[in-house]
């Protein structure tokens, strides 16, 4: 009895960084446990200590992002995964691609993405970007450009590339 339970502290553990990493985005915490109360037959408090464990394992990362957590995969999480992902069984990657799929939007939907400009005269705009999450600041960013169409273009990348832009190098940058 107590293997089978060891061995499913370990699966539910591992299918959590599966999970960030396939997901490849920053994850509250009721994301992470509406996501394995579906698929893993986890329960609440159990799966409350595992993430908590895995913080304290460095496996994953706890970020203070506005008034919330949010966490992410670190590089010993990623090689913890890649040693030993052939023991998560298929038939839960499978769901968990499959839970992606659908859910991957949803989650992003959560945090609204925001770009506008205004002319401020002699040419410059300022552009104003932001993440907002409940309608409560994320990230904000406002930045001066000299023209029209670097205020169109800066928006237009920020709509476009708001995962690169925030999640990949804001967040990174900010925890080196």
């Not at 991957?104 to 401020?120: G, P, Q, W």
Request: proline share 1%; aromatic share 10%.
């Amino acid at each position: 009895m107590l293997e089978s339970s060891v061995e499913k502290l370990a699966e539910s553990k591992l299918t959590i960084l599966y999970l960030l990493h396939k997901i490849n985005m920053p994850m509250s915490k009721g994301q992470i446990c509406r996501f394995a109360l579906e698929i893993d037959s986890v329960e609440y408090f159990s799966l409350q200590n595992y993430i908590f464990e895995m913080v304290e394992s460095d496996f994953i990362r706890e970020i203070k992002d506005s008034d919330k957590l949010i966490y992410v995969s670190t590089d010993e999480g990623e090689k913890v995964l890649s040693l030993f992902i052939h023991k998560i069984p298929k038939e839960i990657i499978e769901k968990v691609d499959s839970y992606i799929l659908t859910m991957k939007s949803k989650v992003r939907k959560e945090l609204d993405t925001k770009a506008n400009y205004f002319h401020i005269g002699d040419g410059n705009y300022v552009v104003s970007c932001g993440v907002y999450e409940n309608e409560k600041i994320v990230l904000e960013l406002k930045m001066t450009v000299t023209s029209k169409e670097q205020a169109v273009l800066a928006c237009k990348n920020w709509r476009e590339k708001t995962d690169a832009i925030y999640f990949d190098n804001v967040i990174n940058l900010l925890e080196e």
